[in-house]
């Protein structure tokens, strides 16, 4: 009795909301100054998390200032503009504000029935997506936790639908004995399609991969001929250079043979909101399915990701796995489009971060992401880099002469304290990967970034000389 007596207190003084709420305020002012990867000291402090499943009830309050005292100090910060690792969006306020509010609201948005309110926000930003990437009107969109997973339920659908039309029933009969699907996609395509290809029991070794060019776009010409049986897919945003796929002559080419292509744009899709970008995304409505993220581009929190698919009844088949299109209430119910059933209600915070932005104002993000990035392709080259892609959108890839000092480089970047940000392999050769994809990043943040990479090469040479 007195476990639940003492949480029913807690609900109703909100003493732990509270507690969290000023432990909240102060990392944000510690974050906005925390640059980089956590300290050795810190991330050996996690060691405190260690210990065997504790038999009797914690103390609430100690518990929220472990987390602070431990656990604070061994984030990557979110609040400050020079985290340019992977593609790591930032939060924008109005998202994070709101995602506070869901947190209470606790909905689960599988049905319409468990969720009104996600249903109806759900049903409007799957029209403002369709309107804001160009898409067919009858376009289903599903919101699922990332990329990764709106991959998969759109292959999915192209895997059950391409059977289909070639007679054979997917549900029923599983993908033992079915007819021989095709996969072809890019040498560079992102490792979470191999990943979803692998769960929808396609193997490496039935992939036929398309070579691409120098600056990692798929090469047309190089493109086998293509069949019914065959699902293409491509990307709008390579994660090293940014360079988007000739989208439209390529689904003009799956088009004519009706194969399946869909478009992999977890970040780069958004270039469909900028005047200045929308070109690169030429031919997107011709494609048959898109996933996109809204944590990494738009900055909306973890975990928050869009699937859309042309074919509303192949993507809610595929998701029914009854292959037919039921609907449990004349509303809308979110599960039917996604890998999920019971979710959180991740669609508020998306519907808050377009409400909030507007066709302008996402322009405006894109637009300061894509400009920081030739700027600071400018001022690398002037520092004697060696830039390896044409920025077209909001990744920077470059290089030292000499690969020896980009590995070491690269290394004390990482433990600069200053900005941080990840390395790759380009043709072979350790590359360094800056990804500009936070609101937080002004300026100053790409000068300080440049001038720091700048003084560690220069008192690299001087050391070895
Ligand atoms: C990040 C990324 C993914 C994976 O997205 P998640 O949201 O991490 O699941 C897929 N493709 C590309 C091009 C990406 O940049």
Redesign the pocket.
């Known amino acids: 009795m007195g476990l639940l007596e003492d949480m029913k207190n807690q609900l109703d003084s909100k003493s732990l909301l509270t507690l969290s709420k000023d432990y909240a305020f102060q990392y944000i002012d510690y974050g906005k100054q925390s640059y980089g990867f956590p300290s050795n000291e810190d991330i050996n402090n996690l060691d405190y998390f260690t210990e065997t499943m504790p038999e009797k009830t914690g103390n609430p309050v100690e518990i929220i200032k472990c987390l602070s005292t431990y656990g604070s100090p061994a984030t990557i910060s979110p609040l400050n503009g020079r985290y340019y690792g ?2 790591t969006g930032g939060s924008l306020p109005i998202t994070t504000a709101v995602k506070w509010l869901t947190d209470i609201w606790d909905q689960n948005a599988a049905l319409y029935l468990t969720s009104p309110l996600s249903s109806k926000l759900e049903d409007i930003c799957e029209k403002w997506l369709v309107e804001l990437f160009n898409l067919p009107r009858e376009t289903a969109v599903g919101f699922v936790s ?4 709106a ?1 998969f339920c759109a292959l999915a659908a192209a895997r059950n639908e391409i059977l289909k039309r070639n007679g054979w029933d997917y549900y029923k009969s599983g993908l033992y004995g079915a007819p021989k699907l095709r996969i072809i996609t890019s040498r560079q395509i ?1 490792a ?2 191999i990943k979803t290809l692998s769960l929808l029991g396609f193997g490496e070794a039935q992939i036929e991969y398309v070579d691409v060019d120098s600056t990692g776009k798929i090469i047309i010409n190089r493109i086998p001929q293509l069949d019914p049986m065959c699902i293409v897919i491509i ?1 709008a ?3 090293n250079t940014g360079a988007f796929d000739p989208l439209s002559d390529i689904c003009d080419m799956a088009n004519d043979v009706n194969a399946w292509v869909h478009i ?1 744009g ?3 899709l958004w270039a469909n909101c900028s005047k200045k970008t929308k070109p690169l995304l030429k031919g997107i409505e011709k494609a048959s399915s898109w996933s996109v ?1 809204a ?2 581009t738009l900055n909306v929190p973890y975990d928050n ?1 869009i699937v859309a698919c042309k074919n509303r009844d192949s993507l809610i088949s595929a998701m029914q796995t009854n292959g037919k299109y039921l609907q449990f209430s004349h509303e809308r119910d979110g599960m039917i489009y996604t890998n999920d059933m019971s979710r959180r209600a991740r669609i508020v915070e998306l519907w808050a971060a377009m409400k909030y932005l507007g066709k302008e104002g996402i322009e405006a993000l894109i637009n300061q992401m894509c400009e920081l990035a030739v700027y600071c392709s400018e001022l690398l080259k002037k520092e004697q880099f060696i830039v390896l892609n044409k920025v077209e959108f909001n990744q920077v890839l470059f290089c030292a002469s000499d690969e020896v000092v980009t590995d070491i480089l690269l290394k004390r970047i990482q433990n600069s304290k200053v900005f941080w940000c990840g390395g790759t392999k380009w043709n072979n050769k350790t590359a360094i990967r800056l990804s500009i994809c936070s609101w937080l990043t002004t300026v100053d943040d790409i000068r300080i970034t440049v001038q720091e990479i700048s003084s560690i090469k220069r008192a690299l040479l001087e050391s070895e000389i």
Do not use: C, P, R
């Open positions: 992977f593609v990332g990329t990764t997973m991959s992102h979470s399609i990307q945003g390579n994660v992999d977890a970040f780069g993220d944590h990494k990701g």
